[in-house]
């Protein structure tokens, strides 16, 4: 049987970890697929946790038992968070980004997906430390960020939807009235998707009165589920938050200057 | 300046590759963050490049010229394909799966990021020899299979949408039949969306007949950009494609059994 040289486990199973966030690896996984002891892989794994830790890169921990292995945990570095965030306000600072009715067109950035892996990146990094059971999102531009954060906790995404359908099985519809405009919206959600008793985080683009958010908790309050936690790519600082009060954002928006320029910052 | 060991080099690396599929990241970039010569870090990628290769995995290539560097490009080998294939189906004839209409109930499949990112490395590697600007999707199901092409390939997504949003500047609307029932739908794209001149593939979830797909031709089509390829998870092959001919799926769907279970194989 083939043999593989330490240097190419250690490419191998970092690529494996990285590809698997939260997963928990058996070691024998790679001991059949090198043909390596045990103890060779467990060297290889050191090796890798130090790089890892070494340059900000996440982590790898040990995880004990029958069911035990490695499995790695996103992480970002201070510094890198706060680069991606001046970065991420540079682009909205751009000149034709400001559509009628004053909003802020950032479809572009919601669907690219080096800046939503970042992005993506940077909320699951801050829930790491929390028990997640899902990852809930309403349709449609935070999907992509809520489904990176979900790949990221190694956790099912749920996508709540403004319609009904078909091939959704029974659903669980409710009112909520949007907190900035007012208006009344319905959202719904198929009775298949929660296991009740589930603790969720809301991923979504952008926050303003936290309307859709309250939405949310009073949707998961059908499911017997509660949420844990809120990330958003962008709040509307301008909007007083009376809805909801913990959650956390990567850039605050506060309206539109004279110049007709987003006037944007990073987070904290 | 802090120096780091082949390994821990090596783990890095294959770590930042994986990370950013189709991206070409200059040789600087590693040479300054490991303080190593370029002989040295050419080895380094020398051995992950032989690794991948070995291993099925993947490939790294080398782009020459003064913006050049190495890139990774996703692959999967036609052994993974087709065991991914065999669970999906293995899950798909799960007994609670048929819903009222006979759908079949398949939300939490295309939500599970552990199944997507698997199903999106399938479909990208498919397209990889084509040159392809963006990844288009209709929402609301596809999108996180969408998503994880347009990342494997390195490029932009695209999501048609149901319904006019404010946030979304001029939009282009058009109207289509679907091909299995009939009916006349609108979908509708941000004038910002998509550069003109451009070539696109589609992802879905599940293809009938072809009618969105086809609708999805005629709306590139007014963005004067062609389609030059489509992938979905799921094909109804009870249906006849009439409409549309090139596609590839992932598995095939036969309808539904007289115990209530989905008849469904791999596809090829």
Same mark, same amino acid.
């Given at each position: 049987?083939?043999?593989?040289? *330490?240097?190419?486990?250690?490419?191998? &199973? $970092?690529?494996? +970890?990285?590809?698997?966030?939260?997963?928990?690896? @058996?070691? @024998?996984?790679?001991?059949?697929?090198?043909?390596?002891?045990?103890?060779?892989?467990?060297?290889? &794994?050191?090796?890798? =946790? !130090?790089? +890892?830790? /070494? +340059?900000?890169?996440? /982590?790898?921990?040990?995880?004990?038992?029958?069911?035990?292995?490695?499995? %790695?945990?996103?992480?970002?570095?201070?510094?890198? /968070? *706060?680069?991606?965030?001046?970065? +991420?306000?540079?682009?909205? *600072?751009?000149?034709? /980004? &400001?559509?009628?009715?004053?909003?802020? %067109?950032?479809?572009?950035?919601? %669907?690219?997906?080096?800046?939503? $892996?970042?992005?993506?990146?940077?909320?699951?990094?801050?829930f790491?430390?929390?028990?997640v059971d899902y990852i809930v999102t309403v349709e449609t531009?935070g999907i992509p960020l809520a489904y990176e954060v979900a790949k990221?906790l190694g956790v099912q995404l749920v996508i709540v939807r403004r319609?009904?359908k078909?091939?959704e099985g029974t659903t669980v519809s409710i009112? %909520?009235?949007?907190?900035? $405009?007012? *208006?009344?919206?319905?959202m719904s959600l198929s009775r298949k998707a929660l296991k009740s008793g589930s603790s969720c985080i809301f991923i979504d683009?952008?926050? =303003?009165?936290?309307?859709t958010a309250?939405g949310i908790v009073n949707m998961l309050k059908e499911f017997d589920s509660k949420l844990v936690g809120i990330g958003?790519?962008?709040? !509307?600082?301008?909007?007083? =938050?009376?809805?909801?009060?913990?959650?956390? $954002? &990567?850039?605050?928006?506060?309206?539109?200057?004279?110049?007709?320029?987003?006037?944007?910052?990073?987070?904290?």
């Amino acid at each position: 049987m083939e043999k593989f040289s *330490r240097n190419m486990r250690i490419s191998a &199973i $970092s690529k494996m +970890l990285t590809e698997n966030p939260n997963k928990v690896i @058996n070691l @024998n996984t790679f001991t059949e697929k090198f043909n390596a002891a045990k103890s060779t892989v467990s060297e290889d &794994i050191l090796v890798i =946790k !130090d790089t +890892l830790s /070494r +340059l900000n890169l996440g /982590r790898v921990e040990t995880v004990a038992g029958a069911a035990g292995g490695v499995k %790695y945990v996103c992480g970002i570095s201070e510094e890198d /968070r *706060r680069e991606f965030a001046e970065q +991420l306000c540079t682009i909205l *600072r751009e000149e034709d /980004r &400001i559509i009628p009715g004053n909003y802020i %067109y950032m479809t572009d950035i919601m %669907y690219n997906p080096e800046i939503i $892996s970042k992005a993506g990146l940077i909320l699951a990094t801050a829930f790491n430390d929390r028990v997640v059971d899902y990852i809930v999102t309403v349709e449609t531009k935070g999907i992509p960020l809520a489904y990176e954060v979900a790949k990221m906790l190694g956790v099912q995404l749920v996508i709540v939807r403004r319609d009904n359908k078909v091939t959704e099985g029974t659903t669980v519809s409710i009112n %909520y009235v949007t907190g900035s $405009s007012k *208006r009344i919206q319905t959202m719904s959600l198929s009775r298949k998707a929660l296991k009740s008793g589930s603790s969720c985080i809301f991923i979504d683009d952008f926050m =303003k009165a936290g309307g859709t958010a309250l939405g949310i908790v009073n949707m998961l309050k059908e499911f017997d589920s509660k949420l844990v936690g809120i990330g958003v790519m962008i709040e !509307d600082v301008e909007t007083p =938050k009376k809805l909801i009060e913990d959650y956390i $954002s &990567i850039v605050k928006f506060k309206g539109v200057s004279e110049e007709g320029i987003a006037v944007v910052s990073p987070s904290k």
